[in-house]
Nanobody, 124 residues
């Protein structure tokens, strides 16, 4: 059974950077499409980025386009989210999620396996 663990969150000032990692066990992440989602207090979970199994589809939410980059490291069985030029509105718990299909979906309902989340706080 696939298990996912996020890491790399923390406190950072506006304009700073963080790199989040999603480490998998129990299965090979190469078989899965991986999405990153975030949820701020009092708000619904929203899609941030996605990387398909084929690599032909990489998506970003408008709010993070040009600042965040998703990538896969097959040798380490991880997917990372590099976050640059962070803004206070990026503050949220960030989750990675997996679906065993080729294509990306912006909906959290399309993903079967989830990590526990990692807190990202952007504040002066």
């Amino acid at each position: 059974q696939l298990q996912l663990v996020e890491s790399g969150g923390g406190l950072v000032q506006p304009g700073g950077s963080l790199r989040l990692s999603c480490a998998a066990s129990g299965d090979n992440l190469d078989y899965y499409t991986i999405g990153w989602f975030r949820q701020a207090p009092g708000k619904e979970r929203e899609g941030v980025s996605c990387l398909s199994t084929s690599g032909r589809s990489t998506t970003y939410a408008d709010a993070v386009e040009g600042r965040f980059t998703i990538s896969r490291d097959s040798a380490k069985n991880t997917v990372s989210l590099q976050m640059n030029t962070l803004k206070p509105e990026d503050t949220a718990v960030y989750f990675c999620a997996a679906r065993q299909y080729i294509g990306c979906s912006p909906s959290a309902l399309a993903y079967n396996d989830w990590g526990q989340g990692t807190q990202v706080t952007v504040s002066s």
